[in-house]
């Protein structure tokens, strides 16, 4: 078992930055990726960034060259740095960690991130 839990959501102005950080714990040895994804009302929940234990790194279209994800193995972290926030990034953001073999997926609970004025 693998456990996540999301902290850093609030309120932000456009143009503004969060950070959010995702503490992991458990059977963290067996996983093979780790991302960000987001839920906004009435849309799907959607990739936002991922990072392989490689760290090789990808990123939506909609937030490349304002979002970075790392990971912080010390720490035991997985952070999102959100800078140039826009109203549009307002969503649930969750924490996931991915294992390949055998196929398993985790979920954070998820913290609020609201952008707007």
């Known amino acids: 078992q693998v456990q996540l839990v999301e902290s850093g959501g609030g309120l932000v102005q456009p143009g503004g930055s969060l950070r959010l950080s995702c503490a992991v714990s458990?059977?963290?040895?067996?996983?093979?990726?780790w991302a960000w994804y987001r839920q906004a009302p009435g849309r799907e929940r959607e990739l936002v960034a991922m990072?392989?234990?490689?760290?090789?790194?990808n990123y939506a279209d909609s937030v490349k060259g304002r979002f970075t994800i790392s990971r912080d193995n010390a720490k035991n972290t997985v952070d999102l740095q959100m800078n140039s926030l826009k109203p549009e990034d307002t969503a649930v953001y969750y924490c996931?960690?991915?294992?390949?073999?055998?196929?398993?997926?985790?979920w954070g609970q998820g913290t609020q991130v609201t952008v707007s004025r």
């Open positions: 996931n960690a991915q294992r390949i073999a055998p196929w398993r997926v985790y």
């Open positions: 458990g059977s963290i040895f067996s996983i093979n990726a």
């Open positions: 990072i392989t234990n490689g760290g090789n790194t």
